[in-house]
């Protein structure tokens, strides 16, 4: 199972003593062969594009996808639905699969007395939410595969996640039971249930913003900071997520405040993701995250989100530290995403899964025969860097590789160059990438989803900001091309695109994400139409998905038991903090105070979230930054104003917005400024601006003395 981290929610839910689920007797009808093969069973999922949902195809248990027909059939037949929700690169729902959905006498059960209904989380996230919600009310805690049991009005009466089929067939026997022996007790208990994801799903609306105080900022990092882990970074726990919304929050935190230990907790937190296994140091890329309190054994997952937040992480942690490992980092995950998970027509890919041959991180790991067969005289060195010991065996004589120290320090202890030990590594992994990629591969999930790349348009917007090498910034605008060619049809954003899939209308999530990477793309390329593209999304943002609370809805319908507030971080930043955070920098951009108080509005909402709960809020954390402390808009104005960007890009400038123009605008930034004769930077707080200067170092100095 997947672990993951739930804000405390203020609700009263009386505790459910039936334990699992149940059925009788249905088999699914043979529906013929597909592409020469001959299936034993086939159910409806067939007419699937989603992976995961192809999974299941051919299971004996009648699956069909998430529909209101199916709802429909369940309030007909007077059925209970059985909801399981997961997807393709998930370990433990390919293991439910295996022991539980593909057995025959499970089967009949769930096929005679449920309508079995399969949903791919990436494909519908909202439904993820909604139930994930009611797992959390139920039981305190969540992770996939996620199955829930509903009434046919698909409010949840039991939610679990990995069950072995002995405990499986107990549930639906008992739940099944309860349904059909005190239908008044069910519904009671699922109404109660629903009703506490409506109030979960509650923001209530400010009128003031009194709240927005360095003090509240200030708290929510000192009650974060007892659940550090200053030996081995991150968070303390038995499990270790890269969550890289709070690393970069933390260190702009850790910046504009002076907070050392902050600073120094980021970069060991750094430090050890880059030398953990959780980081592929032969291939790159980062897996899903770490099982273990030390970064060493990762769950062999690749996610395009995790990748793409990475490159974002490690650029801007650069320009801070100048470490060249966080650059290698980099570097060597970009060439992972186009080498293993770039779609041919210039999209990425959701996922890679973890297993293959049946075997999770087959496909990664290396036993010592191996590694000596193929490195020959270099693999005691090599068996030096990566902890290639005795003690440091996983399982079944397999080994992660990681690291124990910086090539520095390892470099001086075995008496060599930094230069040398460069060649000594680039070898290596030249010659086992060989090896590797002989293997048979995991499979990957081929959606192309409309969120995820827009964080990786971010991330190569911030690797080519970092590095100043043009092919990233081309690598972003290919991305954004793909999407608006692709993901957005009619005049609104799919979720997700494949070839043939049947395409669903993008959520909250899409928009916010891909109006954020419209303005990363402005503020590198200078090109209104980037602006444009943004503030048009941001139009159909207000009229899809408003809410009375000043925040925005999950989706643009309400087809759900609930409706879904997104307010808090977790693998991916809030979609409503990002949506905030747009609003704040086109209010700057385009001195359009309405969005700002906008933003002001939903920000001042979640200050006790941000205060009792700032691991979760750390997006929302970052924005509140930006109004209690000195906030600068610096405008770029000339023909050579890409040059002046390029060199203030090479110094991190937490809370300050940089924009620029090679042509005359009318802007408000950049109104009645641009002059033939030179090219001029204009810092400026709340309108107010200082003299132009002609040198990125004198604009860094009017910014640290304003």
């Given at each position: 199972m997947h672990?993951?981290?739930?804000?405390?929610?203020?609700?009263?839910?009386?505790?459910?003593?039936?334990?699992?689920?149940?059925?009788?007797?249905?088999d699914v009808k043979q529906k013929g062969e597909k592409q020469g093969v001959r299936h034993q069973y086939t159910n409806a999922l067939a007419e699937e594009t989603s992976p995961y949902l192809l999974q299941h195809a051919h299971n004996p248990v009648d699956w069909r996808p998430w529909s209101e027909a199916a709802l429909q059939e369940a309030e007909k037949e007077n059925k209970l639905v059985l909801v399981s929700i997961g997807y393709s690169s998930c370990h433990w729902c390919h293991v439910m699969e295996e022991e539980t959905f593909e057995d025959e006498e499970v089967a009949k059960i769930m096929n005679q007395n449920f309508i079995n209904i399969k949903v791919d989380r990436e494909e519908r996230p909202d439904i993820d939410q909604v139930y994930m919600t009611a797992l959390q009310l139920m039981n305190g805690t969540g992770g996939w595969p996620l199955n829930v049991i509903t009434l046919p009005n698909g409010k949840p009466l039991y939610g679990g996640t990995y069950h072995t089929k002995d405990q499986w067939t107990q549930v639906l026997t008992k739940i099944n039971e309860l349904y059909h022996n005190d239908?008044?007790?069910?519904?009671?208990?699922?109404?109660?249930?629903?009703?506490?994801?409506?109030?979960?799903?509650?923001?209530?609306?400010?009128?003031?913003?009194?709240?927005?105080?360095?003090?509240?900022?200030?708290?929510?990092?000192?009650?974060?900071?007892?659940?550090?882990?200053?030996?081995?970074?991150?968070?303390?726990?038995?499990?270790?997520?890269?969550?890289?919304?709070?690393?970069?929050?933390?260190?702009?935190?850790?910046?504009?405040?002076?907070?050392?230990?902050?600073?120094?907790?980021?970069?060991?937190?750094?430090?050890?993701?880059?030398?953990?296994?959780?980081?592929?140091?032969?291939?790159?890329?980062?897996?899903?995250?770490?099982?273990?309190?030390?970064?060493?054994?990762?769950?062999?997952?690749?996610?395009?989100?995790?990748?793409?937040?990475?490159?974002?992480?490690?650029?801007?942690?650069?320009?801070?530290?100048?470490?060249?490992?966080?650059?290698?980092?980099?570097?060597?995950?970009?060439?992972?995403?186009?080498?293993?998970?770039?779609?041919?027509?210039?999209?990425?890919?959701?996922?890679?899964?973890?297993?293959?041959?049946?075997?999770?991180?087959?496909?990664?790991?290396?036993?010592?025969?191996?590694?000596k067969s193929v490195l020959g005289a270099t693999y005691e060195l090599f068996a030096a860097y990566y902890t290639i010991r005795p003690d440091t065996v996983w399982e079944d004589g397999n080994f992660v590789l990681h690291r124990s120290t910086s090539d520095k320090a390892f470099a001086r202890e075995h008496d060599l160059s930094i230069e040398a030990l460069g060649e000594a590594k680039k070898e290596w992994k030249k010659k086992l990438l060989e090896v590797r990629n002989k293997r048979v591969r995991p499979n990957s999930d081929d959606k192309i989803i409309t969120s995820w790349n827009a964080l990786l348009i971010n991330a190569f917007v911030d690797a080519y900001k970092a590095f100043g090498q043009p092919e990233h910034l081309e690598k972003a605008k290919n991305v954004f091309t793909f999407l608006k060619k692709n993901n957005y049809k009619d005049g609104a954003l799919v979720h997700s695109y494949k070839e043939g899939s049947k395409m669903r209308e993008g959520f909250l999530e899409d928009y916010a994400f891909l109006i954020d990477a419209s303005l990363q793309l402005y503020t590198a390329v200078y090109d209104r139409s980037y602006l444009d593209f943004a503030e048009l999304l941001t139009q159909e943002v207000m009229e899809k998905f408003g809410d009375p609370s000043g925040m925005f809805r999950y989706n643009s319908d309400d087809d759900l038991?609930?409706?879904?507030?997104?307010?808090?971080?977790?693998?991916?930043?809030?979609?409503?903090?990002?949506?905030?955070?747009?609003?704040?920098?086109?209010?700057?951009?385009?001195?359009?105070?309405?969005?700002?108080?906008?933003?002001?509005?939903?920000?001042?909402?979640?200050?006790?979230?941000?205060?009792?709960?700032?691991?979760?809020?750390?997006?929302?954390?970052?924005?509140?930054?930006?109004?209690?402390?000195?906030?600068?808009?610096?405008a770029v104005v000339g023909r050579d104003a890409g040059e002046l960007v390029a060199q203030l890009n090479k110094t991190h400038l937490p809370n300050t917005l940089v924009v620029a123009t090679t042509v005359e605008s009318e802007l408000p930034l950049f109104k009645g400024r641009y002059a033939e004769e030179g090219t001029y930077i204009f810092v400026c707080q709340d309108t107010s601006c200082k003299l132009p200067v002609d040198t990125a170092e004198k604009a860094i100095g009017q910014i640290r003395n304003f």
């Amino acid at each position: 199972m997947h672990p993951i981290r739930f804000r405390s929610r203020k609700l009263l839910v009386l505790s459910f003593l039936v334990v699992l689920m149940s059925c009788q007797e249905k088999d699914v009808k043979q529906k013929g062969e597909k592409q020469g093969v001959r299936h034993q069973y086939t159910n409806a999922l067939a007419e699937e594009t989603s992976p995961y949902l192809l999974q299941h195809a051919h299971n004996p248990v009648d699956w069909r996808p998430w529909s209101e027909a199916a709802l429909q059939e369940a309030e007909k037949e007077n059925k209970l639905v059985l909801v399981s929700i997961g997807y393709s690169s998930c370990h433990w729902c390919h293991v439910m699969e295996e022991e539980t959905f593909e057995d025959e006498e499970v089967a009949k059960i769930m096929n005679q007395n449920f309508i079995n209904i399969k949903v791919d989380r990436e494909e519908r996230p909202d439904i993820d939410q909604v139930y994930m919600t009611a797992l959390q009310l139920m039981n305190g805690t969540g992770g996939w595969p996620l199955n829930v049991i509903t009434l046919p009005n698909g409010k949840p009466l039991y939610g679990g996640t990995y069950h072995t089929k002995d405990q499986w067939t107990q549930v639906l026997t008992k739940i099944n039971e309860l349904y059909h022996n005190d239908p008044a007790k069910a519904a009671e208990y699922s109404d109660m249930v629903a009703e506490g994801i409506a109030q979960a799903n509650l923001v209530q609306p400010t009128s003031g913003f009194e709240t927005l105080t360095t003090e509240v900022l200030r708290k929510s990092v000192a009650n974060w900071r007892s659940f550090w882990d200053f030996e081995q970074g991150g968070d303390r726990g038995p499990q270790k997520f890269m969550l890289p919304s709070n690393l970069d929050f933390l260190l702009d935190y850790a910046i504009l405040s002076d907070d050392d230990a902050a600073k120094a907790h980021v970069k060991n937190t750094l430090d050890k993701i880059v030398n953990g296994g959780i980081y592929d140091h032969i291939g790159g890329g980062l897996y899903r995250y770490s099982t273990d309190a030390q970064w060493k054994v990762p769950h062999f997952e690749k996610m395009l989100y995790d990748n793409a937040q990475a490159i974002s992480l490690f650029s801007e942690a650069y320009a801070v530290f100048k470490e060249p490992a966080y650059k290698e980092l980099v570097l060597e995950t970009i060439a992972f995403l186009e080498r293993e998970m770039k779609d041919k027509d210039g999209g990425y890919q959701a996922a890679i899964d973890a297993d293959s041959e049946g075997e999770e991180g087959k496909f990664y790991l290396w036993d010592d025969a191996e590694l000596k067969s193929v490195l020959g005289a270099t693999y005691e060195l090599f068996a030096a860097y990566y902890t290639i010991r005795p003690d440091t065996v996983w399982e079944d004589g397999n080994f992660v590789l990681h690291r124990s120290t910086s090539d520095k320090a390892f470099a001086r202890e075995h008496d060599l160059s930094i230069e040398a030990l460069g060649e000594a590594k680039k070898e290596w992994k030249k010659k086992l990438l060989e090896v590797r990629n002989k293997r048979v591969r995991p499979n990957s999930d081929d959606k192309i989803i409309t969120s995820w790349n827009a964080l990786l348009i971010n991330a190569f917007v911030d690797a080519y900001k970092a590095f100043g090498q043009p092919e990233h910034l081309e690598k972003a605008k290919n991305v954004f091309t793909f999407l608006k060619k692709n993901n957005y049809k009619d005049g609104a954003l799919v979720h997700s695109y494949k070839e043939g899939s049947k395409m669903r209308e993008g959520f909250l999530e899409d928009y916010a994400f891909l109006i954020d990477a419209s303005l990363q793309l402005y503020t590198a390329v200078y090109d209104r139409s980037y602006l444009d593209f943004a503030e048009l999304l941001t139009q159909e943002v207000m009229e899809k998905f408003g809410d009375p609370s000043g925040m925005f809805r999950y989706n643009s319908d309400d087809d759900l038991i609930a409706k879904i507030i997104k307010t808090d971080d977790g693998v991916l930043p809030s979609p409503n903090a990002v949506m905030a955070h747009n609003l704040f920098r086109l209010g700057h951009i385009l001195y359009d105070t309405d969005m700002v108080d906008a933003s002001k509005g939903m920000l001042a909402s979640m200050t006790e979230s941000i205060t009792e709960g700032a691991p979760s809020y750390a997006r929302w954390a970052k924005l509140l930054m930006h109004h209690t402390a000195p906030f600068y808009e610096v405008a770029v104005v000339g023909r050579d104003a890409g040059e002046l960007v390029a060199q203030l890009n090479k110094t991190h400038l937490p809370n300050t917005l940089v924009v620029a123009t090679t042509v005359e605008s009318e802007l408000p930034l950049f109104k009645g400024r641009y002059a033939e004769e030179g090219t001029y930077i204009f810092v400026c707080q709340d309108t107010s601006c200082k003299l132009p200067v002609d040198t990125a170092e004198k604009a860094i100095g009017q910014i640290r003395n304003f």
